[in-house]
Nanobody, 115 residues
Framework: QVQLVESGGGLVQAGGSLRLSCAAS????????MAWYRQAPGKQRELVAAITSGGSSNYANSVKGRFTISRDHAENTVTLQMDSLKPEDTAVYYCNARWLAYTAWGQGTQVTVSS
């Protein structure tokens, strides 16, 4: 069992940067995949970035080259560094953990990018 809490969202101008953090209530070493999803009003929730316990990562094509996901097992955190932000990045961002047959979600944090 794990609880996830996101932080770091806010309002930023296009071209700016934000760093999102996901704090887990216990060790994430045994959790196979940690990920960030996002959902804009009226849109489907989409996968933004994911990282495995082995350190392999993948990204949505729309954010590749601009976002970086990482995990710190010592601090039980997963971060999403977002650079060169665009208005279309505006959404609620959710932290996600998946292992075996289990899935956990954070409460979400709002990211708004103005033009």
């Amino acid at each position: 069992q794990v609880q996830l809490v996101e932080s770091g969202g806010g309002l930023v101008q296009a071209g700016g940067s934000l760093r999102l953090s996901c704090a887990a209530s216990r060790s994430i070493l045994s959790i196979n995949t940690m990920a960030w999803y996002r959902q804009a009003p009226g849109k489907q929730r989409e996968l933004v970035a994911a990282i495995t316990s082995g350190g392999s990562s993948n990204y949505a094509n729309s954010v590749k080259g601009r976002f970086t996901i990482s995990r710190d097992h010592a601090e039980n955190t997963v971060t999403l560094q977002m650079d060169s932000l665009k208005p279309e990045d505006t959404a609620v961002y959710y932290c996600n953990a998946r292992w075996l047959a289990y899935t956990a979600w954070g409460q979400g944090t709002q990211v708004t990018v103005s033009s």
